[in-house]
């Protein structure tokens, strides 16, 4: 996927993928002290937090088949790679796993940079009809 976008002019990274416990962990404490830090109470930096950083053992970074792929500046915009992501990662079994427009079902905002391998059979499933990995479970039960 990284090569065929590389091939043709994308400048693209993982930034990044497999996460431990004790990592996801960290992060979340981070990211609930930089909301302590801008005045809010305990609770409220906590409930903040928990919109962007999943809680540790719920994150599909500790499962290890998910990466977040940013743009390299110099070469791509986010924007640019984010599109080349969205119409093409289904191609190698990827799935765009938050979409803007299924956030009331996955419960999770935005990541156009968040992609999860599902395999090419589902991943191409969930592309061609639009809908978000919680949608197609169901659509096998
Ligand atoms: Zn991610």
């Known amino acids: 996927m990284f090569n065929d976008a590389r091939a043709q002019g994308y ?3 993982v930034r990044e993928g497999y996460r431990t416990q004790e990592e996801q962990q960290q992060l ?3 990211k609930i002290e930089a909301y302590e830090n801008e005045g809010k109470s305990k ?3 906590k409930k903040l937090a928990e919109q962007w950083v999943a809680i540790p053992g719920t994150s599909e970074h500790q499962l290890g088949i998910a990466v977040d792929i940013n743009a390299d500046a110099t070469k791509s915009s986010s924007d640019d790679v984010y ?3 969205a ?6 079994g990827f799935i765009k796993r938050y979409p803007s427009d299924k956030t009331d079902i996955t419960g999770v ?5 968040h992609y999860r391998y599902v395999g090419k059979e589902a991943a191409l499933e969930i592309y061609s009809s639009g809908i978000c990995l919680e949608e197609y479970i169901d659509t096998l039960e």
């Open 43 to 45: 609770s409220e930096a």
């Open 11 to 13: 400048g693209l990274f």
């Open 109 to 113: 905002i935005n990541e156009p940079w």
């Open 87 to 92: 119409e093409n990662a289904y191609k190698y």
């Open 28 to 30: 979340l404490e981070e």
């Open 83 to 85: 599109s080349r992501l």
